[in-house]
T-cell receptor, first 115, second 116 residues
Framework: DQQVKQNSPSLSVQEGRISILNCDYTNSMFDYFLWYKKYPAEGPTFLISISSIKDKNEDGRFTVFLNKSAKHLSLHIVPSQPGDSAVYFCAASVLGGGSQGNLIFGKGTKLSVKP | NAGVMQNPRHLVRRRGQEARLRCSPMKGHSHVYWYRQLPEEGLKFMVYLQKENIIDESGMPKERFSAEFPKEGPSILRIQQVVRGDSAAYFC??????????????FGPGTRLTVL
């Protein structure tokens, strides 16, 4: 049973436009969410995170929105650049409790930004 | 992910051999996580360790897999008697402190294990 779902395997966007990557989760215990970017043959690189007490977190061109009632979060990249082309993973964790913060990942969305 | 070191980057083993994967966390980090990524899949949690302690191994297969994080030296993920299904990318991550807003995990470049 997949607790973190990224339903779009791929997304293609024109340079300069907005990229919106979506993520849904099923476990209402999740209270910390992260986005990672991954290039081929490299490890995931942390991008941005959000705690469940917030509904928005912004860092430069990257903004993450969290809708707890819908169990949905999204990553907005504005403006998109060709160097943003990568696979983006959504991850969630339960802080405290027995899981000790291990991350549950979605399957990823491959973003292609065309010049 | 600069700072988390993994070696080897690529490892080829024949069925039945042992694989040892090493991970040195970022400086100042004492918490290490191991994840496995199969082709076309997301990363799957395997085990969480602190120095000399296994905190959570709920994602680790019960047989053939073991992990350690000794007082000195890197964390080791050991796979005995490898099978073809063990072929995957194995990522190590470290964090300074779990269970809080600073719980961001930083990943190494991974070890790609191929079992022939």
């Amino acid at each position: 049973d997949q607790q973190v779902k990224q339903n779009s395997p791929s997304l293609s966007v024109q340079e300069g436009r907005i990229s919106i990557l979506n993520c849904d989760y099923t476990n209402s215990m999740f209270d910390y969410f992260l986005w990672y970017k991954k290039y081929p043959a490299e490890g995931p690189t942390f991008l941005i995170s959000i705690s469940s007490i917030k509904d928005k977190n912004e860092d430069g061109r990257f903004t993450v929105f969290l809708n707890k009632s819908a169990k949905h979060l999204s990553l907005h990249i504005v403006p998109s650049q060709p160097g943003d082309s990568a696979v983006y993973f959504c991850a969630a964790s339960v802080l405290g409790g027995g899981s000790q913060g291990n991350l549950i990942f979605g399957k990823g969305t491959k973003l292609s930004v065309k010049p | 992910n600069a700072g988390v070191m993994q070696n080897p980057r690529h490892l080829v083993r024949r069925r039945g051999q042992e694989a040892r994967l090493r991970c040195s966390p970022m400086k100042g980090h004492s918490h290490v996580y191991w994840y496995r990524q199969l082709p076309e899949e997301g990363l799957k949690f395997m085990v969480y360790l602190q120095k000399e302690n296994i905190i959570d191994e709920s994602g680790m297969p019960k047989e053939r897999f073991s992990a350690e994080f000794p007082k000195e030296g890197p964390s080791i993920l050991r796979i005995q008697q490898v099978v073809r299904g063990d072929s995957a990318a194995y990522f190590c991550a470290s964090s300074p402190l779990p269970g809080g807003p600073s719980d961001t995990q930083y990943f190494g470049p991974g070890t790609r294990l191929t079992v022939l």
